[in-house]
């Protein structure tokens, strides 16, 4: 086996058709890491009888008395079943990189540890990759252990969506409640809209509560450099506040009638003729959702005078890489949190990718707690019933190569004299 250098082109050609590819490991992304964190970028090639069976792209910086540490993110692109070509290529690492004083190589391969249904049940608890885990010990990989939080480079909980280019399987692919939501979005008069000019500038000015400083930054050289390939495009959520207004009227007057039926039903207290038990509950119900449509009703009519040629309420970002997309941001604007509009934007989402041809959409990360009191929960809320999982990753790694100097930056790190993220 050989350790060769491939041009960025080469390796894109490679990343992309892999089963592991993801934005994460394209040039992309290395030139992203390169201009916002002053990385320098290397592309490597694992050669077997002059065959390319893995690649990866790292990025490296030094850290001090010219030694450096290098990162693989979501690498090493290479069959991590066969344990013997893992340790080859972890050795011939070791060797080549030693002698440029590398410390040791940062890497979060996309190995699934376990997969979750939304409710934190185990659908799958891979027997695999505790025999990869096992053999990565072995071989001097220093695990960074089960986190459940953003505490390592990248996060090792994602909730996943299958695609299909079918939009009525796909809608029937998901929960009642999240069909749902989407059928009440579509009568709230919520469009879902390609940005034609793609501009990063008025999605900042959409999302300015949220992404302002460091972060609107990085979201902005995010976008320009995989808008460089066609690869990131921006979605806006909208209201249409004149049909909104006309549909919240009709939905607010259909109520009114069910409302009065009930009454009426109670008003004659036929038990023998009705549940009226069943008959109460059903006009409590009826109440709530009498008085949200009122306060919606007055809501819609001020937005019609303030907005009377429709509102954006919300933005979100989408990066497309081999057969998958990623969802890296996705803003509604907390003064229609009532609309509940990112079931419909998530789901036009789906369904434009889908028409694509892509199989798969990451809808970000999640914690790796279930608890549905947990602080968090809202986010595995948010992202469930999309015929959604959740994936948990092995984790990440220091493939040491320099065992002395590597226990001394390991001291400077608890004592908080390096970061590295």
């Known amino acids: 086996m050989r350790i060769v250098t491939l041009s960025k082109e080469e390796f894109d050609d490679y990343a992309i058709k892999h089963e592991y590819g993801s934005y994460f490991q394209t040039s992309n992304y290395a030139i992203l890491k390169a201009k916002l964190e002053n990385y320098e970028i290397h592309y490597l090639g694992f050669k077997d009888n002059n065959e390319l069976i893995g690649a990866s792209m790292l990025v490296y910086k030094e850290l001090f008395w010219g030694y450096k540490f290098a990162y693989a993110p979501r690498g090493l692109l290479i069959d991590y079943s ?67 939080y953003n505490e390592n480079m990248l996060p090792r909980f994602y909730a996943y969506s299958k695609l299909d280019s079918n939009p009525q399987i796909l809608f029937r692919s998901f929960t009642k409640e999240r069909q749902d939501e989407i059928t009440l979005d579509q009568k709230k008069a919520i469009i879902v809209s390609l940005d034609k000019e793609n501009s990063i500038d008025n999605f900042l000015d959409i999302t300015s509560s949220v992404y302002k400083g460091r972060t ?8 320009r450099t995989f808008d460089s390939t066609d690869d990131a495009t921006i979605f806006y959520t909208i209201l249409d506040t004149k049909k909104y207004t006309e549909n919240i009227n009709k939905l607010y007057n259909d109520e009114v009638e069910v409302n009065n039926n009930l009454k009426g039903i109670i008003a004659t207290a036929d038990s023998q003729k009705y549940n ?51 969802i890296v941001a996705n803003y509604i604007d907390p003064a229609y949190k009532n609309l509940n509009a990112s079931p419909l934007t998530i789901y036009e989402i789906m369904k434009y990718y889908g028409k694509k041809g892509y199989s798969y959409i990451d809808l970000g990360s999640v914690p790796g707690e279930f608890d549905k009191t947990g602080k968090y929960y809202s986010v595995i809320r948010g992202k469930s019933g999309f015929n959604s999982s ?23 790190l608890r004592r908080g004299k390096i970061r590295l993220k």
């Open 82 to 148: 066969n344990l013997s070509v893992c340790n080859e290529i972890a050795n011939g690492l070791r060797k080549l990189l030693k002698k440029q004083k590398f410390i040791f190589i940062k890497l979060d391969p996309p190995i699934i540890y376990r997969k979750y249904d939304m409710e934190g049940n185990v659908e799958i608890d891979s027997e695999s990759s505790k025999e990869i885990l096992r053999s990565f010990k072995k071989n001097g990989f220093n695990h960074m252990g089960f986190n459940i």
């Open 216 to 223: 609107a930054r990085y979201m902005k050289m995010l976008f």
């Open 276 to 326: 009226m038990q069943l008959v109460i509950n059903d006009k409590m119900a009826s109440d709530k959702r009498l008085a949200e449509l009122k306060t919606n009703l007055d809501n819609s009519l001020k937005l019609i005078r303030s907005s009377p040629n429709g509102d954006v309420i919300g933005a979100t970002l989408a990066i497309s890489s081999g057969k998958g997309v990623s």
């Open 390 to 412: 959740i994936i948990e990753y092995i984790g990440e790694f220091d493939l040491v190569i320099n065992s002395f100097i590597y226990q001394f930056y390991k001291s400077k």
